[in-house]
């Protein structure tokens, strides 16, 4: 009996590069390929790779270096490059690294197979198209073993917002929604396998509209055809945009059951001028606006957000802005980062602000995320939650889980297992966590 041939896969960045990765592993089991944890005995390598955080191609070399010199030892391993890195470097990743053998870009992970024998016979192969075949009905899921309690599931890929810092529409392509009922059955089918909360995952994914037996479905109706599937007891959603939250969304926040009250909705700076510089297309007000709306339909609702400072001409007076609009709005949990260039987007060849003056106004933002967050941890205190448990914690008898609010959870002396929900009070607030005890 053949041995089978090991695939280290590792991710980088974003909760889509996570799906991918599992698929693309899926995807390669076809050709004899098992996970393992380590590089070192592989005897394939893929780096999923994101271009959103700064020098982010720069760091996928680096480690391509490293990578070199086990190939060195063991000439027969392949490696690989994919994800967004792949899609907007391409040949040049062969030309500074010539031990790859190929580079995939998102929407060609169903190919990984065929190439991956083309590599076998010693072909450097490129793949950064974007194919008119549907990559997820060709990367159908082959049957695995038990699933822990959570689980990821793509909706929609691409964005047409054209942020002036991002590279999304040049790397994923434009906005792409998988039909309903090919999402419905893969929920199904990781409900069968283990899963008892599902986050529905796009790059725009409140710009959903997949086909339905009756015409296009929003992500609210999506979210209510979810809400019928047993066994599924939360539903999540990440990443939205101010523009795309739709009426019905918001009033499902305040009806459907399962929909968690969760919601991470990105403003990005507080001052118009610079979301304007980022043809963000929404403006402070109108956010905070959009917050009240939600707020009303959900009231305990926790907000996430995501910040950029020192975007080009960004003086402290718009910094100010951003500032004074986290007071308001509060956030429960948040990412912030300071403004790093990405070749080919419009904020690339814009003066750029001071870097030590970024520096210190990412160290204020987040200074002040910071105390948001805790406040609202320690708000949390005596307070019931339901707790989702997904693993043993460090302590004997203890158990880790996520609240609805999406926050870490540890109880002791726990007796439950991994996929059990049971109602927690809150002792404590810890740094970046909270502790309960089960309620009889």
């Known amino acids: 009996m053949t041995a089978p041939k090991k695939l280290f896969i590792k991710t980088y960045g974003c909760q889509m590069n996570v799906y991918d990765s599992e698929r693309m592993a899926e995807a390669l089991g076809g050709e004899g390929y098992v996970e393992t944890k380590t590089a070192d005995d592989a005897d394939m390598i893929l780096l999923n790779t994101c271009h959103i955080r700064e020098k982010a191609a720069e760091k996928v070399y680096s480690e391509l270096g490293r990578l070199k010199q086990l190939k060195v030892a063991k000439p027969d391993l392949k490696i690989g490059v994919a994800g967004c890195v792949a899609q907007a470097e391409g040949k040049e990743i062969m030309r500074r690294q010539p031990a790859v053998d190929l580079v995939v870009g998102p929407q060609s992970y169903h190919r990984l197979p065929e190439m991956e024998q083309k590599a076998r016979g010693g072909a450097q192969v490129i793949d950064t198209d974007f194919p008119e075949e549907d990559k997820f009905e060709k990367l159908k899921r082959r049957p695995k073993a038990k699933r822990g309690p959570t689980a990821f599931l793509t909706v929609q890929e691409g964005c047409d917002k054209f942020c002036a810092f991002c590279v999304v529409p040049y790397t994923r392509g ?98 118009d001028k610079i979301l304007k510089r980022m043809n963000r297309s929404h403006t402070a007000d109108s956010y905070l606006r959009l917050l009240e709306r939600i707020r009303a339909a959900r009231p305990d609702i926790l907000i996430s957000g995501d910040f950029i400072v020192g975007f080009p001409e960004e003086t402290e007076e718009d910094f100010q802005a951003t500032l004074d609009l986290v007071e308001e709005v509060k956030y429960g949990t948040a990412y912030s980062f300071k403004y790093s260039t990405r070749p080919g987007t419009p904020a690339a060849e814009r003066p750029q602000v001071d870097p030590a003056a970024a520096d210190d106004r990412l160290q204020r933002l987040q200074a002040l995320l910071t105390r948001q967050q805790r406040e609202i941890q320690d708000s949390m205190v005596g307070r019931e939650v339901s707790v989702l448990f997904e693993r043993p914690g460090r302590f004997e008898g203890q158990m880790l889980g996520k609240s609805e609010y999406l926050h870490a959870v540890h109880v002791g002396n726990c007796g439950r297992a991994a996929g059990d929900l049971a109602r927690v009070r809150i002792v404590a607030s810890r740094t970046n966590s909270l502790a309960g005890e089960l309620i009889d």
């Open 174 to 271: 434009a906005e792409v929604s998988r039909p309903a009922d090919r999402i419905l059955t893969e929920a199904r089918d990781l409900v069968e396998r283990g899963v008892r909360e599902i986050t529905l995952l796009g790059q725009n994914v409140n710009a959903y509209h997949g086909a339905g037996a009756n015409g296009d479905l929003t992500l609210a109706q999506l979210i209510w055809e979810l809400d019928k599937v047993d066994g599924l007891e939360r539903i999540r959603f990440t990443t939205s945009h101010p523009n795309d939250m739709m009426d019905d969304l918001i009033e499902a926040h305040g009806t459907c059951k399962k929909l968690m009250p969760y919601l991470h909705l990105p403003v990005q700076a507080g001052s």
